[in-house]
């Protein structure tokens, strides 16, 4: 079996959730998601592992079968600004923690007024279930995010994925520190399921509104910008007091590009490792449109097959390359994809 | 089983330059994907004779029915290809078309020299929408250009079959197809991407792609590959790889009898990455010209 073993089954989430965000606001964001390498998500504790055929790769990852898969919308659930779409997927492996699904609603997408939305979108997987069930998480900010947020129960959808590489397990025994903003929270839950009570889980919001987004991690610290909830700043200022606390630690991070790049920043100066689940406009999700590449040390890489997890080491900046490519954009609504 | 130029093809559908990475695919599919590989032939992403890193982000733009990219033609160069690429690309269950693209004669030569002389690629297409460093003009926008460009690199073709991709940027792509087939030309590939741009949301009066204008493609532009596909079929007897915005089999079929002989698809796989073997499926049914796909289980939609 695979190297991810038992594991793959979990769920991260990540780009999912959103892929296409909005880094505009702290967050809001990106969902994205992570990559590991090879263990990645596995280890495991399977969660939710109902997928029979688990079949990796070299590197580790669970690969999609080919088919854009039709299925059906189970249920959608409200959390403050952000929807929980709840898909069923009996024929798709169980993903890793951090890879990604693209979704496209099956009935007005690409043929209905104004023929947008017309490319599928990225999304981090939140959850996936034993009932053979996926979560995802969106912000309605675009007209494919807003398509898929009218979405009801029964309605029909295509999904094709798990797709990207997920998140790898902590280095050297250090201790997970996950940090997440806005729609960027997806991933996290599916990684903060499969490393179970060792990780410690800080969530950031604009305010109290999209802080009930913050019900979908129990047991998640909380910063809100307007301090209406939680801790009143930034999210990186917990993470700050934590490495200050223990520095043995790795961090996972999934938000907007402003919020990721502080997260790298931080990382460096504490000598932490650290794995961000990263989003960028997307118009495949496998590798064909070279679309969605990132500045990294080595040069431009594609986040869809290198991604949508890189390393903290290995990325030079986040900001502003990964926010003005996003799919679902920086421009909610308006551009690009969203 | 369908002949171009002398390559049998089990049916007509293939796919677009730089619309598919077959090995980014295997990346994320696995083996299935060369097991039921959607095309009938895989034309390559351009390859030039240095690598490129290609144009910075943002790269992509969503279109009303369709999609605007800046991608600038990344790849790792003739050396890398032909070290890296070609031996995964070899092991395809279909004939590899490259594609190819220099900004000067003698660069465009060596990169035709380079691949004529191996047994894995069964022919060659030039991508001609970019400007000869020299003249300044696009090599395929002008049909004098083009003959000049032909007249040069189809000595170093050998026997493999040299197909022109045609730019619908330009006067009239029809007259450089005539030319085309004056100078050496053995089949044609139409249409391009049509240039393009979007102002970027914040910035007045900058453009929102990393490259500054970009390539249209998908259903937006399919009714000009139509009408340039006809009007090009017209002026030769050259064979046609008809292209733009194919979305199902009725588009390939309506294709086919404006005057293509293969018809490629590429901003729809993004969308779906065995749309290809359904189009080639759907217009099986429609038209006998078109062989079945032998990929199994697509969806099959009639529109």
Known sequence: MSPRGAAAGQNPASRGAAVGQNPASRGAAAGQNPASREGSGAGGAGYGSYGPMDNPTADGRTLAPIRRRPTQLVSRRQYGPYTVLTARDP????????????????????????????????????????DQTLDFLLED??????????????????????????????????????????????????????????????????????AEGAALIPGARIATDD???????????????????????????CGPPPMLDAVAAICGRHGVPGQLAMESGMACGYGACFGCVVPTKS???????????????????????????????????VEGFA | MIDFCGIP???????????????????????????????????????????????????????????????????????????????????????????????????VARLVAAFAEREEVSALELNVSCPNVKTGLIMGADPRELAALLDHVRPHAGDKPLIVKLTPNCASPAEVAAAAEQHGADALSLINTLRGMAMHPDRPGEP??????????????????????????????????GMG????????????????????????????????????????MLDEAFPANAARGTEVVRL
């Not at chain 1, 431009?300 to 679902?328: E, H, M, Q, T």
Request: proline letters at 8%.
């Open chain 1, 227 to 253: 301090g209406s909830r939680g801790y009143r700043g930034l999210v990186t200022d917990l993470l700050v007091a934590e490495l200050g606390c223990d520095p043995r630690a790795e961090v996972y991070a």
């Open chain 1, 91 to 130: 024929d798709g492996p169980t993903p890793d923690p951090g890879q990604f699904y693209m979704l496209t609603a099956a009935e007005r997408w690409g043929g209905g007024e104004d023929e947008r939305p017309f490319l599928p979108r990225a999304f981090s997987v939140m959850r996936a279930h034993e």
């Open chain 2, 208 to 241: 929102w792609l990393g490259g500054g204008t970009g390539g249209v493609s998908g259903p937006a532009v399919r009714a000009i590959a139509l009408s340039q596909v006809r009007e090009v079929r017209a002026r030769t007897e050259l064979p046609i790889v």
């Open chain 2, 245 to 284: 915005g194919v979305q199902s089999g009725r588009h390939a079929v309506d294709l086919h009898r404006a005057g293509a002989d293969l018809c490629a698809v590429g901003t729809e796989s993004f969308r779906d990455p065995l749309a290809a073997a359904r189009i080639a499926d759907e217009a099986s």
């Open chain 1, 141 to 210: 900010v675009g007209p494919g995010t807003n398509r898929l947020a009218e979405l009801q129960a029964g309605d029909a959808l295509h999904l094709l994925g798990p797709l990207g590489k997920g998140f790898a397990r902590p280095r050297d025994g250090r201790r997970p520190i996950l940090v997440g903003g806005g729609v960027g929270i997806a991933p996290l839950a599916i990684w903060g399921d499969a490393l179970g009570a060792a990780a410690l889980t800080l969530l950031g919001f604009r305010d109290a509104a999209h």
């Open chain 1, 299 to 333: 040069g431009y890489v594609r986040l869809c097959v290198d991604g949508p997890v890189i390393d903290v080491d290995d990325i030079d900046r986040v900001w502003p390359a990964v926010g003005a490519g996003a799919v679902d954009g920086v421009r909610p609504a």
């Open chain 2, 9 to 107: 093809l089990a049916h007509r559908i293939v796919n677009g330059s730089g619309t598919f990475d077959a090995i980014a695919a295997r990346r994320a599919f696995g083996d299935a994907i060369v097991e039921q590989f959607p095309f009938a032939a895989f034309v390559s992403k351009t390859v030039t004779l240095e690598p490129r890193q290609g144009n910075p982000p943002p790269r992509l733009w969503e279109l009303p029915g369709g999609l605007m990219n800046s991608i600038g033609l990344p790849n790792k160069g003739l050396a890398g290809y032909l070290q890296e690429d070609l031996p995964q690309l070899a092991e395809l269950p279909v004939p590899l078309i490259v594609n190819v693209m220099g900004s000067a004669r003698e660069d």
